[in-house]
């Protein structure tokens, strides 16, 4: 540890022990072993050093951390942001390619990996004591076998849901050894989010098509995806679909959208083009015209900013509900 | 050095008989160089005096001031290193198998993955991806499991299907060969299609690359490429029977369905091992056959070592301009590099070229 803190060392086993009570699931199998359990008392003097950290990523791999790491590899967007928010940007040495990079202050880190692939050898030149990689293939398995073959603890995380988000910024806070930071970010946004979601309990649920991409095939959210999650809270009835993300036309005009939110405009996606494809003049929607941009990355990027997506959808579902100030 | 090299090597080459010496000398030199350029490479800038010095005090012992950081080792020991050797070890069994397959099946055209291999290991490593299974025996995965098995699995099915046709058996085996191998790419395509999020990891098996090599890998699947090819070049004779067509080859006193299982069960062995450390890498084992018998004649006895030396330069070759390229897929580079250099060589080629 390069900054000995004397009051964090003391604070820290106790927020684990919180955090493993908190309500978002079963990755908390860790308690810092090495480390008696202090009572609350103040009054160390001693530099007292933490234990090592082990816990369980989302693949179920035990992972150990023996010291804060101090130059930590990012390699999904989510974790980018989540390391940032949590005051551990500073420890951040590399990330992943980001189309829509956030925060700012990550704007100048090397680029280890891409779309394609990643960079081990310039992951192991930066000395990388910890690595946050994508799970569900978007980090190749082979590249953290690769570099847990090297002792690089790598942290594997993938959220689907809300829930395993906001577990995922927990678990990421423990790997980087600011899980205090991490507890008190997701508390703050559990909060957030339920108070969001109180404004639109009592409003008529309108059916939402939510479009991530029409590249070849159209492309919506999973029933219990983040997306489709956060829709709800919004105050609609999303018309989701399974694992594939794909829906076919037919089924989507059977469900017959009143609203058309469009997570693509990136790639080009209008109102106008989309009223003026074959097939989807008769939705409701596309009849009235109800078809709105929204910024896909804060909707589906299950990341810290997942409030001001709740945010996006409530404006463009229920434009009239008033939203608390940030 | 490569320039004196030539200089000596030219006029051996020029005499026919010495010619596989020449050949035999010149790949082993040029082996070594691309050794020592495959581990000079990279991402991340070591200096070639670091990286000889790194490779003369871990691997030869050598008492070498150490002038470079941890992390510069690790690049070259523990990442470099093993990524060379299995481009070279996956080279050499892949030109290996494809003498053998095309010797085997007296077919110009045949290559390790004509019998439904590559088709198998394909199908296999889709599976691995789409199962929600993850398991990890010495750092290979599922993935890997099951592409050999899907490779083996093929050629076993395929030879057992061709044995009860009433076809003549190179015959029967390429169709059952060609039938088998749509069948599994049609379940290919359909496991690609309900992938979803896992599609990336498929492609990318199919692409082909030596990106995740480590120490572990390649010692566990470097005996079995090595051990089946040397078993291969142990029967060389057969091969060359086999060559002949069938009733000379028993009239010379090959034991012709024998010889033709054994050398299609260790073909498929070196070929399976190939696949499932590197993925699908096409062209080196259907053209450096052909380079080698057009420089050497078709006798296997010759054609199989001089195969196994230039699939191993070509692959290293090949995984260094795909790094340097950034991180291309090396198939693409084999055949971009193959295509044209074995054209150039048929142009050149003396009449009645025969396998």
Redesign the interface.
Same mark, same amino acid.
């Given at each position: 540890m390069r900054h000995p803190s004397n009051l964090r060392a003391w604070l820290l086993p106790v927020i684990f022990l919180i955090a493993a009570c908190g309500t978002s699931g079963g990755t908390f199998a860790n308690v810092p072993t090495g480390t008696p359990a202090p009572s609350a008392s103040p009054t160390a003097t001693v530099a007292a050093t933490p234990g090592p950290v082990t816990l369980t990523d989302d693949e179920g791999t035990t992972v150990v951390i023996a010291e804060e790491p101090q130059k930590i590899v990012s390699l999904t967007p989510a974790a980018t942001e989540t390391l940032f928010a949590i005051g551990a940007g500073d420890r951040v040495v590399a990330k992943v390619q980001d189309i829509t990079p956030y925060p700012p202050e990550a704007d100048d880190l090397p680029v280890v990996a891409t779309f394609d692939g990643t960079d081990v050898e310039k992951i192991v030149a930066l000395e990388a004591d910890l690595v946050i990689a994508g799970g569900l293939g978007f980090t190749k398995p082979d590249v953290v076998t690769q570099l847990r073959g090297l002792d690089i603890p790598v942290v594997v995380v993938y959220a689907s849901d809300l829930d395993t988000a906001l577990a995922d910024i927990e678990l990421i806070g423990q790997a980087a050894w600011a899980a205090d930071e991490a507890a008190t970010l997701t508390a703050d946004m559990r909060a957030d989010l339920d108070e969001l979601a109180a404004l639109t309990t009592d409003l008529p649920k309108p059916r939402v098509f939510y479009e991530i991409d029409t590249f070849n095939a159209i492309y919506t959210t999973p029933d219990d995806f983040v997306a489709a999650e956060l829709l709800r809270l919004a105050g609609s009835e999303p018309i989701t679909t399974d694992a594939s993300y794909v829906i076919s036309l037919e089924k989507l005009v059977a469900a017959d959208p009143e609203i058309i939110l469009l997570g693509d405009t990136a790639s080009g996606a209008t109102a106008e083009l989309v009223a003026a494809r074959p097939g989807w003049d008769g939705m409701t929607a596309v009849v009235n015209g109800d078809i709105f941009p929204v910024d896909d990355v804060v909707i589906t990027r299950p990341g810290p900013r997942l409030v001001d997506g709740l945010r996006a959808l409530i404006t463009a579902i229920h434009p009239d509900v008033v939203l608390p100030a940030r | 050095m490569s320039a004196a090299v030539l200089r000596t090597a030219a006029p051996i080459l020029a005499d026919r008989r010495r010619r596989p010496i020449g050949l035999a000398i010149a790949g082993a030199v040029a082996l070594l160089v691309v050794l020592v350029l495959g581990v000079a490479a *990279?991402? +991340?800038a070591v200096a070639p005096g670091d990286t000889l010095g790194i490779l003369l005090q871990r691997i030869l012992g050598l008492p070498v001031p150490t002038t470079w950081t941890? &992390? @510069?080792e690790?690049?070259v020991v523990?990442? #470099?290193l093993p990524r060379v050797l299995t481009a070279m070890v996956v080279g050499l069994g892949l030109a290996v198998a494809g003498v053998t397959f095309q010797g085997l099946l007296r077919n110009p055209l045949a290559d390790p993955y004509v019998l439904g291999t590559a088709s198998g290991a394909a199908l296999g490593a889709a599976i691995a +991806?789409i199962l929600p299974v #993850?398991t990890?025996v010495l750092?290979f *995965?599922l993935?890997h499991g099951l592409a050999f098995l899907g490779a083996l699995g093929a050629v076993f099915v395929v030879y057992r299907l061709s044995r009860v046709s009433g076809l003549s058996p190179l015959t029967s085996l390429l169709l059952t060969g060609y039938a088998v191998g749509s069948l599994l790419a049609a379940g290919l395509a359909m496991a690609m299609y +309900?992938s *979803? &999020?896992?599609l990336?990891?498929i492609f @990318?098996y199919l692409l082909g690359g030596f990106? @995740?090599a480590?120490w572990?890998r390649l010692a566990t699947a470097a005996p079995l490429i090595l051990g089946a090819s040397i078993f291969i070049a142990v029967r060389a004779r057969a091969l060359n029977g086999l060559l002949l067509g069938e009733e000379t080859a028993a009239h010379l006193g090959v034991d012709v369905r024998r010889e033709r299982a054994i050398l299609l069960g260790l073909g498929s062995l070196v070929t399976a091992a190939a696949v499932a450390v590197s993925g699908l890498i096409g062209f080196v084992g259907l053209v450096v056959p052909h380079v080698v018998r057009l420089l050497v004649g078709p006798n296997a006895r010759l054609v199989l070592p001089l195969s196994a030396l230039f699939g191993a330069i070509l692959m290293v070759l090949a995984d260094l301009a795909a790094r340097l390229l950034g991180?291309i897929p090396v198939g693409v580079v084999t055949a971009v590099v193959g295509a044209p250099f074995f054209l150039v060589l048929l142009r050149r080629a003396r009449a009645g070229y025969e396998l």
């Open positions: - | *990279g991402s +991340v941890p &992390a @510069a690790t690049i523990d990442l #470099r +991806v #993850r990890l750092e *995965g993935l +309900v *979803g &999020a896992g990336r990891q @990318a990106d @995740a480590s572990l991180e």
